[in-house]
């Protein structure tokens, strides 16, 4: 059994920053990629930023240039530096990781900017 442990969400005000980290543990025999998606409220999850093992990686245009996202293939663990965050990038934030037999969600962690 796969687990995914997110952390890191809150309240920030505008302008300001937050890391959001992502752990997964158990069988796990190889991660092809892992990812950060959001949801806010009344909209669909969209893809925020995603990495592979190989450390390509890919950004959701609202995103460039303020996140950045890493993964430590030995800790399994994937982070999501958020700078300069705006009121829209309010929403729960959702941790995937892909590979080999292997398509894992984590259960969210909100993220919420306001003044």
Do not use: H
Request: hydrophobic share 35%.
């Amino acid at each position: 059994q796969v687990q995914l442990v997110e952390s890191g969400g809150g309240l920030v005000q505008p302008g300001g920053s937050l890391r959001l980290s992502c752990s997964a543990s158990g069988t796990i025999f190889s991660i092809n990629a892992m990812g950060w998606y959001r949801q806010a409220p009344g909209k669909e999850r969209e893809l925020v930023a995603q990495v592979t093992s190989g450390g390509a990686t890919d950004y959701a245009d609202s995103v460039k240039g303020r996140f950045t996202i890493s993964m430590d293939n030995a800790k399994k663990t994937v982070y999501l530096q958020m700078n300069s965050l705006k009121p829209d990038d309010t929403a729960v934030y959702y941790c995937r990781v892909l590979g080999r037999g292997l398509n894992k969600w984590g259960k969210g962690t909100l993220v919420t900017v306001s003044s």
